[in-house]
Antibody, heavy 120, light 107 residues
């Protein structure tokens, strides 16, 4: 069973870039039937799908964040990453990485999540 | 984007009783709805996909139904480990969207 683990700074300065990494426990990242996703949950709000990457250079992002977000995949390290530029307090959230099955849009494995606070 | 609205926000249930959770989509999403269980400090867990198909390893007391805009998750006989927050998600449209969640608490 695949496991995912988020890592990265818990505190980010306003206007800086938020960077997170998700490490996948197996070679599933090499299989093109899966896509690798970031989801976040601001305090007291709903889960928000951020975007995904699969097969290195295929990405899709939610329109509201598209101008600020980049998701990339490193198969050799079994990792995928999230970069979100020009952050504000509104980007404070628990960030989750998750695996989706390419043919469908649900997420069958998730990380535990990591809280990122944007504050000076 | 498709707005998913869950009700109620909180439901209080005694162990052994049935819990019924609702999810409404702002437009038809066919049967492309998933349900997740989330406990504090843990990874969310996929329970149901395609509105009514249980994920691997999910007990039979969890069942899903619905199509179009109205969906239901039923837990037939609540066990102590079932007290958690439950989310619905649609995957018929981009971007993927989730409901606000329903908290199932002990009565």
């Amino acid at each position: 069973q695949v496991q995912l683990q988020e890592s990265g700074p818990g505190l980010v300065q306003p206007s800086a870039t938020l960077s997170l990494t998700c490490t996948v426990s197996s070679d599933f990242v090499s299989r093109s039937i899966y896509y690798w996703t970031w989801i976040r949950q601001p305090p007291g709000k709903a889960l928000e799908w951020i975007g995904y990457v699969y097969d290195i250079d295929n990405t899709n992002y939610t329109p509201s964040l598209k101008s600020r977000v980049t998701i990339s995949l490193d198969k050799s390290k079994k990792q995928f990453s999230l970069k979100l530029t020009s952050v504000t307090a509104a980007d404070t959230a628990v960030y989750y990485c998750a695996r989706g099955v390419l043919s469908w849009g649900y997420f069958d494995s998730w990380g535990q999540g990591t809280l990122v606070t944007v504050s000076s | 984007e498709v707005v998913m609205t869950q009700s109620p926000a909180t439901v209080s249930v005694s162990p052994g009783e049935r819990a019924t959770l609702s999810c409404r989509a702002s437009q038809s999403v066919s049967n492309y709805v998933a349900w997740y269980q989330h406990k504090p400090g843990q990874a969310p867990r996929l329970l149901i996909h395609h509105a009514s198909t249980r994920a691997i390893g999910i007990p039979a007391r969890f069942s899903g139904s619905g199509s179009g805009t109205e969906f239901t998750l039923t837990i037939s006989s609540l066990q102590s480990e079932d007290f958690a927050v439950y989310y619905c998600q649609q995957y018929n449209n981009w971007p993927r969207t989730f409901g606000q969640g329903t908290k199932v608490e002990i009565k």
